[in-house]
């Protein structure tokens, strides 16, 4: 796959703070890349240079092979931009919004024509072509607000926040507009702190904190690197004092780093181990007369990995990122 | 990395520069069209515009009929002077009125248009969307100024008609309403461009009025009473020039260049044969005047196109204004 968004030691300092330390990016053409990360780790920072509407303290971002701080004009020639916090123009109309933004680009009058019936069918707005902007729904000038950064009909598309502020539905037509919008040849970076989202849409994320990449790659990718720190939840036909000793029994296995009482009964591991090594415990508990019930690796989504990843004081998941990566 | 100019299938140097230009003039005044046209899509909407004018006019048609009223009654009571000039003294007393007027309401609304243009955009977060496009920021500047002051010009324009009562009773020649009309053109441009200017460097459209307003005051109230003041320190001998003062013997003409009123009474001047009340009031307070002409639009238009994108004038630092969260 040939990459068509790299950054190269992406660093933004604001006096006396440093939003982005060093970030390393690679998109894919046709990617939808997700950016993760808590408030203020440097996604909006990292997406408003490749928008080239910040210039890095150091370090550079190509867009499509062409530098953001050299060519920024015709970076924004293949680039659409759609920010986290963005107004409308008062006393403007929706087909009128998009009309601006194609005169912007130098788009002639025939095309521009064909390209807003086709933008407002896209995004599912052509029955308010006539209404003011001002009167949409959030959704609906989210859309549009999509819509815009594609009457030039460009390769790469940066979308900050998309769903910030959206109710579920809009939420859930916004992610089949970008899936159409991928079918389509674009390549997305979108950032977003809510993860789910990301996590059926993405075809590879970064998770960013502090200004810093911490994983990079598809999300099961990141998931398998995350092995190492799986959890087993195991249920078992125990109470009081011979629970406790069942936990001491899995505790004191080798490739166990933790195990939990929970509230529900449960017994909470922290494995260490791979595949093999999980069977292994398993037979070895049942051969030990633990009266299992269920034993499984909690589901290892996005949003848990993110909490590993960018927990505060970062336990060793980090260094095994670092190691490993 | 590979570059990828535009046009990469011209060879020879010169063309492509030529060719190059000419693209950027395109793309520029595409740009100043795109802008243009969204703002007064906005402004003109609707027949509050049209009203507006109306109105405007029926003002300035009952305050010319007003000043001739009074300049008659002045001669036909005998106080005037001679009735043989009285037409011309009502021609240029009505003409004199209509321009200054005029001109007032040019200082006024042709910075109150711009001063919140820029601001505005940055305020209802629209300006990273326009600033993402490959649109210039002359353009943008441009579309902006011209858009706002279209307005204005279109009252001026409206008022010609009016103006032209003058040629009935004489005294005023073509020549001046030209010139007449020029100075507000210039201040209108140039007022504007201050405005605009404010918008760009000031981020809040209330203090970016704050200091349009401030400085448009400076600009007239603020460089006449400068030089009054410098005027009634001077020392002067029996022909009436200026011998020295605290301030030197040269009067700081420059303050006179920015003073659209002054180039109205300068504008005046021209039209009284022999020491006519504006050209002593001119004289007094600009002794070595020759024709003052109003040019500050490009002192403020250049500065308000930097500060659009600021990152690209200055690579570092000042682009923390644009900072947000991330």
Redesign the interface.
Known sequence: MTTIVRTDGLVKR??GTV?VAGIDLEVGAGEIFGLVGP??????????IL?????P?AGDA?IA???VT?????V??V?G?M?D????????KVW?YLD??A????IGPAERRRMIADLLDLVDLAGKRDAYVQTLSRGMQQRL?LA?ALVHDPQVLLLDEPASGLDPRARVELRELLRELRNLGKTIVISSHILPELEELCTSVAIVDRGQVLAQGTVSDIERRLRFGSVLRVRLLLEGEDLERARARFAADPDVASATIMEDGTIEVGFRGDDAASARLLADSVAAGLPIISYARAASDLEELFLQVTAPDRPPLEAALGVHG | ????P?DTQLTTAAPVSRRRRAIGFG?TA??I??IG??EL??RM?GRRAFVIVTIYLGLLAGFAWMIGTLIAQGYSSGFGGSSAFASAAIGQGVFAALLMLMTLQVVFLAPAATAGSISLER????L????????SSLAIVVGKLLSALVYLFLLIAASVPLMAIVFVYGGVGPEDVLRGYIVLVATALGLGSFGLFCSSLVKRTTAATAVTIFGVLAMTIGTAFVLIFWTAMGTFDNNGNRTGGPFGIRSPTLLAYINPFIAQADVMCGTETTFGAWCSAVNSLVPTQNGIIFTEEGAFEGPAVTML?P??AD???A??A?????
């Open positions: 604001y006096d939003a408030n203020g780790a440097g996604k909006t920072t990292t997406l408003r928008a080239t509407l910040l210039a303290s190509e092979g062409m530098s050299r060519n920024p004009d015709q924004r020639r680039l931009f920010p916090v963005f107004g409308v123009y008062d006393d403007m009128e601006f933004f005169r912007c680009y130098g607000c815009h | 990395m590979t570059d990828q535009v793309r595409g740009g069209a795109a046209v969204k899509r906005g909407r305020e209802k977060q629209t990273d969307l326009l600033a993402a496009t490959p649109i994108r990152h690209e690579e570092e630092g682009d923390t644009t900072r947000r969260r991330g």
